[in-house]
């Protein structure tokens, strides 16, 4: 039997990135484009972002019969999963742009970017066969997902899997959503700089320096993965998954990342009856954001 094809689209931080996929999840093409947004003079550049959207879906589709179309973004969808809804501060006219309007297709299922991963790892990565899974991307920021029953959790307003914006420590500031002490102000890269004092730009330079024993590295770092413990630990009392999966930048940081993180939730999670929730590192690549949404709208359109 002839497998449908459908075209997943990632809008990104920095890069738009697209694969055209079979239903059985090979990809078939990938694309990736670097981001452009608004000209400092509020003009919008020849490559806009919206741009190499529609160029890429164009291209992807070229020459094939493609049956469904989705795309990721940061930001809050609306109720139908036609639009972003609510991203405030970043990639302005993004908001309330119907997706399939603008593209001329009848229908084009809009996710957030960390959700449509989830959907991803769940379809053909590390969370395969798994119906209960938590996951947090790691990366500029702090994304996340949850899959319940097999499905994918968006709650109230389209606002659930905010993972990174639950507090690990209520004394710091307050982050974009109002929540002080946040998860994605504990680990995201943004906060590097500030949580070492100016020391450490990147967490690829504190990593670096934190395998070489410098001690200041050594104090920030494992207070970030403590801090990361005491969230897990925090969605396994709240939610029970099953499996806990870890993707983005931050979660390639491997031994460093992984060993100190098990030993810290022996500490804080509970496990009655020696129940232990498995947490795994994210199998798919870059491109798990365009994959997974591709993956949302075939189911859709089943």
Known sequence: MK????????????NVKGVLIQEDGEVLREMQEPLLDILPNGEEPPRHWKNVVR????????????????????????EKNESIAFMPGRLSGLEDLHWG????????????DAQSAL????????????????????GTGVGGGIMIDGKVHQGYGQRAGHLG???????????????????????????VEKRSSGRFKTTTELVKAFKNGNALACHVWLDSVRKLAVGISSLCNAISPELVILGGGISKAGDALFNPLEEFLEVYEWRPGGLKTLVKKAEL??????????????????
């Not at 497998?3 to 920095?14: C, F, P, R, V």
């Not at 309007?101 to 957030?112: Q, S």
């Not at 209520?170 to 109002?178: A, H, N, R």
């Open 3 to 14: 497998q449908k094809l459908a075209i997943g689209i990632d809008l990104g931080g920095t």
């Open 55 to 78: 160029l890429m879906a164009e291209d992807l589709e070229k020459e094939r019969t493609v049956e469904v179309m989705g795309l990721s973004a940061p930001g809050l969808p609306d």
């Open 101 to 112: 309007n603008y593209l001329g297709k009848e229908k084009v299922c809009v996710l957030n």
């Open 119 to 138: 959907i991803a790892e769940c379809a053909f990565g590390a969370g395969k066969g798994v119906e209960n899974i938590v996951m947090l991307t790691l």
């Open 165 to 191: 914006h639950i507090v690990v420590d209520s004394t710091l500031p307050q982050g974009i959503t109002g929540t002080p002490g946040s998860l994605e102000e504990a680990i995201g890269n943004s906060t």
């Open 285 to 302: 690549n870059e491109f798990s954001g365009a994959i997974g949404v591709a993956a949302f709208a075939l189911k859709e359109n089943q």
